[in-house]
């Protein structure tokens, strides 16, 4: 037995060293620095490593005899010797460190199992690579390139450690691997900040594969730095495949209390720009006020936060998750991802606009969509536990999702749906479609009220237009008690009109009723 503070040197220019059936359980230092000698484990000898095995030359570890064991959950290192050092051993189990700080190490022949260690360095293993559950794969001396001549496989449970000192080229891990590097979902790689100060869009080739790369999955989970996100970019092949890092977002924090989005000392990471995460995470009520024009990537705040854009403008070109409430006046929100938000007040001519998704589905806020004198358009899809609408306001080539109350407030208030439009009614989460209020809804060229929904209810004081080739489908769902007023109108799935004693019903089209409906 060699104790944690014991050690062992076998050191010399000539001859062999011969373990012969015997246990040797090493938990300090076993130093082995010959030069063109071999060591022999034979008739059986088992080797225990739970401290370091330091090879400090191009040398043979190899079985003689009967079948020996090398089991290691310390550390084997290879830490000089420019050329191939290789363990010959019959039985060789890993739960420890591989380290190949110089050279090639060569073990068996065969794979490694790394069976929850970790493969590390500098220099280059011979043989393929197996990282299974708990095992790391961990290139460079902080960092460096770690060269595999064989296969590479990330199994569910692994880890890629990846080291980041600048985008320079060595100033960043690298597994480069000669043969195939299949990664399977589960496996993660962990984004380690070595210094580096992050510049969005920055990339770092971290495997390079002259197989292919395979992805049989999703690849990847990236567990990142704090301070920036990163995405993967997987060229897959047939060989040579890379893998590449790429710089996808800047974290920036609000560090203050009430205040103005415009001031630089509220924030971890200066004003917010292109490629900024921006979180508002506070565990008080604040309001964060916003007049200003600017592009960020995602923004994330508490349920306790309120924004209040004036005459600003702001783009958002990823997904977010605005828990709390966003208000509108005279402002224009351009959201080219999808996004969740706890309520929506828009005043003023405001706009929300993009290609991404909205929901305003947050129960504790009500989830209510309220707008007055605006516009939404061009969003791929608009969802609102309530709809609220005051002054003239606009849906424009939009789909808009209807499972709960639409309110058109007053006489004078009316909502145009535009463009290629879908006002879709339809009992869901938030309940049975409903349609409330005193004003207008007004449907016009190339929009749709598609009612999915049977016995829609209408109120009496409302007025219900189509002009110039709006669309009404499933029109026999629809209870018409108020104002009706078409003209040129296109009806789908015809069925029975329900025109109770309260209506108007003013028909201008040149195309007849009849025989299409039974009034």
Known sequence: DIGSVDSMNLTGSAGSYILDSITVNNAGTITYATVGNNLFLQSGTILNNSGLLDIQGDIIITNSG???TINNSGII??????G?????IVSFNNFGTVDIQQGTLRINGNDLVLGGGTLM???TFSGNVIADNGSTIAPGLSPGTLSVIGDVDFQAGSNFDVEILSSDPGDFDLLNVTGDVTISDGANLNVINFGYSAVYLDSFEVITTSGNLNVPGSGFTIVDDPLFTMAPIYIPGPGPGTLTLQVAGLNNFWSAGTGDWGIVGNWSNGLPGVGHNVVIDTSSAITVTYSDTST?????????????????????????VIDGALNLN?????????ATVGSVSMTNASILAGTGTVDVVDTILSGILTMDSSEIRDLADVTAI???????NRFNNTIVNHDGVLEITGSTDRLILQGATQLISVAGSS?????????????????EWAVNFASLPMSIPLTLEVNGGGTLSNVENIIFPGTVNLNDVNFNQFGVINIPATTTFNYADTKPIAPNFDI
């Open 121 to 123: 360095g500098v220099g």
């Open 77 to 82: 290192r290879k830490s000089a010797g420019a």
């Open 431 to 447: 309940g049975s479609p409903s349609v409330t209020g005193a004003g207008t809804l007004e449907l016009q060229a190339g929009s």
């Open 330 to 338: 005279a402002s224009t929100l351009t959201l080219n991802g999808d």
């Open 386 to 392: 309530q709809y609220t609408v005051t002054g003239t």
């Open 296 to 320: 960020i990537n995602s923004l994330t705040t508490s349920s306790l936060t309120t924004l209040d854009l004036s005459s600003g403008f702001l783009t958002i070109e990823g997904n977010s």
């Open 84 to 88: 191939t050092s290789n363990i010959a």
């Open 66 to 68: 009967a079948a020996s």
